[in-house]
């Protein structure tokens, strides 16, 4: 759980120590300066969870669901535990 609140605290911390007289442009929206220190923070959170793997308790329930997505129809999503899951893993599959 400590990589997760890493990964939320850092960005956190970083936009709060942002100056509030320089974060909003004239006309009112929220200014967003992409250094390359946020790049960096954005790219090794899509890492984390992109390669995250074997991580959670229902995963191999959610594995299995891959497997028979090919079998599945539409009319079928309302028999799973989870349908908008398996609506998102028929549309990819």
Do not use: C, H, K
């Not at 605290?9 to 929206?29: K, R």
């Not at 308790?57 to 090919?70: K, L, S």
Request: no cysteine; charged share 15%; glycine share 8%.
């Amino acid at each position: 759980m400590l990589p997760y609140w890493i990964m939320f605290l850092f960005p956190a911390i970083a936009a709060m120590g942002s100056g509030p007289t320089s974060a909003f442009n004239e006309d009112g929206t929220r200014r967003i300066r992409w250094t390359l220190a946020w790049f960096g923070v954005v790219a090794l959170i899509a890492a984390a969870i992109g390669f995250r793997y074997d991580v959670g308790g229902d995963w191999n329930e959610y594995f299995r669901y891959i497997f028979i997505a090919p079998y599945v129809r539409f009319q079928d999503l309302r028999y799973f535990d989870d349908p908008g899951f398996m609506a998102v893993t028929l549309l990819s599959v």
